[in-house]
């Protein structure tokens, strides 16, 4: 990373990562004891993130995300309508935020992962992706075409990951799929529906480009 960013020489960013998420779910485990007010504990689980990130490198970005990310990962175990919200909070507990993204980012990978556990299908795990970023967007009081933008994107990541996973990314029916949900997330955030309809396009032509890259002999077929 540039200049090292000065954190302890030679420690790798997932390993920071590891370390930091696994001293947030230790304090979730030891705060469960101590009280049964769900988001009381996932803050404290993103309190714990951030101090050992901040332990391990300088960089004001990281500790966010890692905070919101774990704080939102124990949310979504309570009650998964809230894993936006509680990302978000989590990220303020450490300083101003900026720039929505990152914390939306780990608020829909971490939906993604609570409802992949849950057993749900490849269609609401990709809604409720899209449904925690557009969450964080519209409590930074995004634009609604706006959280639509960045919605639509997470949950066709994490439709394009579902597919990519059951080996099942080729053709037609893929595109469609990453499009339905790119679709589904848009209007969840009540962009118009001429927005939805362009993000959903473009939403499945970033898979179908992606897909292309990772098999380069069939994009040459194609």
Do not use: C, H, W
């Not at 556990?117 to 899209?130: L, N, R, V």
């Amino acid at each position: 990373s540039e200049l090292n960013k000065g954190k302890p020489e030679g420690v790798p960013d997932e390993l920071i990562e590891f370390i930091a998420m696994l001293s947030g779910e230790a304090t979730a485990t030891a705060s469960r004891e101590k009280t049964k007010d769900a988001k009381e504990i996932a803050l404290a689980a993103g309190a714990a993130t951030a101090a050992t990130t901040a332990m391990l490198t300088d960089d004001k970005g990281r500790k966010m995300e890692y905070a919101s990310s774990a704080a939102a990962k124990v949310m979504g175990i309570y009650d998964d309508s809230k894993i936006g919200e509680i990302a978000l909070e989590a990220a303020k507990a450490v300083g101003e935020v900026t720039d929505f993204s990152e914390i939306g980012d780990g608020a829909g990978e971490a939906a993604a992962i609570i409802a992949t556990d849950a057993g749900k299908s490849d269609e609401d795990i990709a809604f409720a992706a899209g449904k925690a970023a557009i969450d964080v967007a519209k409590a930074m009081k995004e634009i609604p075409d706006k959280a639509a933008d960045y919605g639509s994107v997470a949950a066709a990541k994490a439709m394009a990951d579902r597919l990519e996973l059951e080996d099942n990314y080729d053709g037609e029916d893929a595109a469609q799929k990453i499009a339905q949900a790119a679709q589904r997330a848009a209007e969840y955030a009540g962009a118009k529906k001429n927005v939805v309809q362009r993000l959903a396009a473009n939403a499945a032509g970033k898979a179908a480009a992606k897909a292309a890259m990772a098999d380069p002999l069939r994009a040459s077929d194609e």
